[in-house]
């Protein structure tokens, strides 16, 4: 099982200067590596206060100088605001600079506010996605490379700086339908999925389809790893429990207010947090996701593993205006605690598994 950390870089309002909340999400990256993390994801969002990472991988590139061991990830490139022979050079830039340590995920985008501004149709996103990630793919494994499709026509081309991983880095995708987890499964990429912050039935249904999508490409699903991200948080202090379901809370709300184009913005930017019909009490979410103790974390986090069955778990930390002291601390306990439990657990079980006795409860 490895553990990753998701940073998405959000302004929630103007009392955090763009500068702090860049420099605070460089701080947990570098926290993370110190306490044992394997991978740091960033996200990418443009023009509003949702995230202010506009390029991942300028992200990558930045951090890697900063770091020696801890894996850098893009969570997501969106493939539609890009030319894909300048994400490839970018690509093979970002991963040579970091000795090797990128981890490309890759998505279509959902944000219409965005798109819009790059002039570019969200509408056909899913189509130019499909188009563009093969592409990507064919001048990360070819020396000289062309294409014809509908979006696309590249002539014969090299990348001047190809990656230092061989054959290629590996590639994720964001993924939520059978559809998008098929060409997945199909092609050998990684998953990225997230239930958001819905409890146990919307794991137990995200399992379902990704169990879906495996059958219908007649293949294993133990074949494609699978990344979770997830909201989650461990403290005997009920305040910052309480701070930080409202932080994911609210993280929600602009996401679900972006999805379905309805975002509110008094200046243009500063998008306004607004209850939905499909919102949660925080009551809701703290029973949905792992809060509480640093025990009940690591209980609930083991059930919610044995349901999906993911291969890394990415760790939600840049959320709202949270206190970034108490994230940093919350970063260190992770590796001192809570991280070391669950893989002893899970060794455990593999353990009893292959020997066929029973596993004794517990791991403290």
């Not at 090797?100 to 969200?122: A, C, P, T």
């Not at 990429?189 to 146990?200: I, M, W």
Request: some cysteine; glycine content about 8%.
């Amino acid at each position: 099982m490895e553990f990753g950390v998701f940073i998405l870089a959000q302004q929630r309002g103007y009392h955090q200067s763009s500068r702090t909340v860049i420099a605070n999400s460089v701080q947990q990256t570098i926290a993370a590596e110190a306490a044992g993390f394997d991978t740091a994801w960033y996200a990418e969002h443009h023009f509003n206060n949702y995230s202010l990472v506009p390029s991942p991988l300028m992200m990558v590139a930045h951090c890697a100088g900063l770091t020696s061991t801890i894996r850098l990830g893009t969570a997501v490139c969106v493939l539609p605001l890009y030319h894909p022979n300048r994400l490839l050079g970018e690509v093979g830039f970002a991963d040579t600079v970091s000795n090797g340590r990128l981890e490309l995920g890759v998505g279509s985008g959902y944000q219409q506010f965005e798109f819009e501004r790059f002039g570019v149709n969200v509408d056909e996103a899913p189509a130019v996605f499909n188009e563009y990630l093969e592409v990507l793919q064919k001048g990360l494994r070819e020396r000289i490379f062309s294409f014809e499709g509908q979006y696309l026509r590249v002539p014969p081309t090299a990348i001047s700086v190809r990656p230092v991983q061989s054959p290629i880095p590996p590639i994720w995708l964001a993924a939520g339908s059978t559809r998008s987890m098929g060409r997945a499964i199909r092609e050998g990429h990684n998953l990225f999925v997230t239930a958001l912050l819905g409890g146990l039935d919307d794991i137990r249904s995200l399992r379902g389809t990704i169990e879906q999508a495996a059958a219908q490409e007649k293949r294993d699903v133990a074949d494609t790893k699978i990344g979770f991200l997830r909201c989650a948080f461990a403290s005997d202090n009920d305040a910052d429990i309480t701070s930080y379901i409202e932080n994911a809370r609210f993280q929600r709300r602009l996401s679900e207010s972006l999805h379905q184009r309805r975002q509110q913005s008094s200046d243009g930017y500063l998008m306004a947090e607004q209850p939905s019909p499909n919102d949660l009490s925080l009551e809701t979410i703290r029973a949905n996701i792992p809060v509480g103790s640093v025990n009940q974390v690591i209980d609930r986090l083991l059930e919610e593993i044995s349901i999906l069955k993911p291969n890394h778990i990415a760790l939600q930390t840049q959320l709202g205006d949270f206190d970034q002291a108490t994230m940093l601390r919350q970063i260190e306990l992770w590796g001192d605690r809570i991280i070391p439990a669950i893989k002893r657990e899970l060794g455990g079980e593999a353990v009893a598994a292959a020997s066929q006795e029973p596993l004794r409860a517990g791991v403290r």
